[in-house]
């Protein structure tokens, strides 16, 4: 089920960037993109126990998100051919944005990495609502009627 929930994270990732090319897109909603594969990237480098290279609040336009997202897209795709590095109840050390130290299992890095993604895109619909543009359709259930995704 988390192989499925990545794989859609994915997808809506893409989706939400590709409505952000709308050339009135509001800068609030790129911020947030960037934020989405920031975190997303910081979280994988937790989980792989290796230095983040990109900052959780990266300062990237809609053309750096999209190198981010391939970039992410990469790691994922291995990640997830090779069944995942880690188990799931393995428990990762790290620290947090406030220098806060906590562990976490690797499953819950993950569900929470999804339910994040999905806060921040469900603010990005609505600030392109309010500007008049229409957002991504990102629905989880339209993905997998549609077959978007495996």
Known sequence: MLRRMLRYDLWANG???????QASAPAKCIKWMAHIL??????LARIRREPATTPVWP???????????AELSGIWDGYLRDGGTLKLTEKISYTNSKGE???STVEDILIHLTIHSAYHRGQIASDM???????????????????LIE
Request: aromatic share 8%; hydrophobic share 40%.
């Open 38 to 43: 920031g975190a997303e990237l910081l979280w």
């Open 101 to 103: 130290t906590w562990t």
């Open 59 to 69: 300062d990237l336009d809609v053309s750096g998100c999209g190198a981010k997202l």
């Open 15 to 21: 989706e939400a960037l590709r409505s952000l090319g």
């Open 129 to 147: 609502r309010s500007a008049g543009l229409e957002p991504a359709y990102t629905d989880y259930i339209h993905a997998m009627r549609q077959g």
